[in-house]
């Protein structure tokens, strides 16, 4: 359930900053089929990940976060 909020955040920052998948993948250093399964609650980022993400997304970590995890970290 936490990996499907992180990947509908993650893909709605995406979307909303002009980024395909197959650009951020790459700007990322991962394979399109990686971050499809991220986007899709598949796959759980890691921390790493999630930094970079928001990095290159010009975002912070907080925001990326989903509402109800950001009291966890």
Known sequence: M??????RRIRAFRKL???TQERLAKELGISISILGEIERGNRFPSEQLIQQIAERLNISVEELA???L???E
């Open 2 to 7: 936490e990996a499907e909020k992180w990947g």
């Open 17 to 19: 900053k002009g980024y």
């Open 66 to 68: 989903p509402p109800q």
């Open 70 to 72: 950001e009291s966890r």
